[in-house]
């Protein structure tokens, strides 16, 4: 048997990039042999074993051929004789299908090499198709790379764009689909995934709802860039630049969903988007099922991100609303994400990418004075029940009255 490190340890090796997880194909060999070595099997009929020792997938060569739609739809032919170029056509992009023996000589077949060289993302072969989770992939990768300055060769985004046209992206699973969604939001160009959605017509099956907002525009006084997709890829630009976690991207590249669905003859105005959005955001989260915390956050990021840019003119009644509305008792960790997003918001904007944000200082500030009302007191004084809840509200409200006028000057 001859075992080969594979994919991304390969490519990343060679961009000089580290390398966390090696993937190993194993050429000339039998289930039987690898379990005879004391590899462990992955799956009941699928040819991949983990490494006794470290771990690692170690996979028999084998072709692939679709039988049917959906993920499910597979056959799986592993021999010993497969041969290592056999196995590597079958797989996504030239520049994943490059193999080293234990002396790092390559086996380039489909040139991987050679677009690494000319940043290119390009399919190995009519094979691509057969998984359309590669429509995704791509797009995660040109992300990942952007700032190598990587783009998507002209035939595999026409691939990209049968597949998205074929009906098949709808088959994939909601996990399979948001992993690859969550992994590129987590990339340094996050918008770059959304834009070659876009470009292949992927975003309108997947994420109708992000796609309708290229080509609504927004008041020019506030928005120069004018486009709310270009807005939106903005901000998700701006999580990125500022480090920010998934729930807050998450948040950002649906925080305007609501735009999408203002009537013509209203724009660029969007009157109460921040609520007519939820529905279109409880819609996107259920396809792919989003985990809890990112969920929430953009849900509340949409309905209240123009209170938080607001913050400084807002009722001290309204700002202890908005502090409710996040529990930041019990949730402190949720209101700053949501302070954050909205600072996203606001620098992603043409021209003002570099401003400040006062109101991010000022929405802690509430916070910390309406957390400063001790319960104690009250319970002592004998309060108790709903007469206490009501009382501890109107001590809120005092304190966030007296941290108003303290920093208003
Ligand atoms: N692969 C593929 N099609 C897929 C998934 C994987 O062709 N839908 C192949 C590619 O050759 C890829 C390898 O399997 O390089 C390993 O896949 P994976 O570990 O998912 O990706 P990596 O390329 O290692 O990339 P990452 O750094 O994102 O993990």
């Not at 026409?158 to 994939?172: C, F, I, K, V």
Request: net charge negative; proline share 6%.
């Amino acid at each position: 048997m001859r075992i080969y490190k594979v994919g991304g340890a390969v490519r990343d090796r060679l961009l000089g990039k580290p390398v966390t997880d090696i993937d190993w194909v194993v050429v000339g060999a039998t289930t039987e042999e690898m379990l005879a070595k004391g590899f462990r099997p992955v799956g009941a009929d699928f040819p991949v074993f983990l490494h006794p020792k470290s771990g690692e997938e170690y996979a028999l060569a084998r072709t692939e051929r679709k039988s049917g739609r959906g993920y499910g739809g597979f056959t799986f032919h592993a021999s010993p004789e497969v041969t290592l170029e056999e196995d590597l056509i079958r797989r996504d992009l030239t520049i994943n299908a490059m193999a080293e023996d234990d002396q790092q000589n390559l086996t380039d077949p489909y040139h991987g090499q050679r677009d690494l060289e000319a940043r290119l993302l390009r399919h190995v072969s009519p094979a691509f198709a057969e998984d359309p989770l590669r429509v995704l992939r791509v797009a995660r990768f040109a992300a990942r790379y952007a700032t190598l300055g990587f783009t998507v060769a002209p035939e595999t985004l026409a691939l990209m764009h049968q597949l998205s046209e074929s009906g098949e992206l709808e088959a994939l699973t909601p996990e399979r689909s948001w992993k690859e969604i969550s992994r590129a939001l987590m990339e340094d160009q996050p918008q770059v995934f959304v834009e070659v959605l876009r470009a292949c017509g992927a975003l309108k099956v997947l994420m109708p709802e992000v796609d309708a907002l290229f080509g609504v525009p927004q008041p020019p006084a506030h928005h120069p860039e004018i486009d709310t997709g270009a807005h939106t890829l903005s901000v998700l630009q701006q999580a990125a630049l500022h480090k920010q976690p998934l729930t807050v991207r998450w948040a950002c590249l649906l925080h305007d969903l609501g735009k999408g669905l203002t009537p013509e003859d209203e724009w660029p105005r969007h009157i109460a988007h921040e609520f007519k959005g939820l529905k279109l955001i409880k819609a996107v989260n259920e396809r792919f099922k989003v985990p809890k915390d990112c969920q929430e956050l953009a849900l509340l990021v949409a309905e209240y991100h123009t209170h938080g840019h607001r913050a400084l003119e807002l009722k001290p009644s309204t700002l202890l609303e908005l502090l409710q509305s996040f529990d930041i008792y019990r949730r402190p960790q949720r209101f700053e994400e949501f302070i954050a997003a909205c600072e996203m918001d606001a620098r992603g904007r043409k021209g003002l990418e570099e401003r400040s944000y006062p109101q991010a200082d000022y929405l802690r500030g509430a916070a910390t004075a309406a957390r400063s009302v001790a319960v104690q007191p009250l319970l002592e004084k004998g309060f108790k029940g709903p007469e206490l809840g009501e009382e501890i509200k109107r001590e809120r409200l005092k304190a966030l009255k007296a941290y108003k006028e303290a920093t208003s000057v």
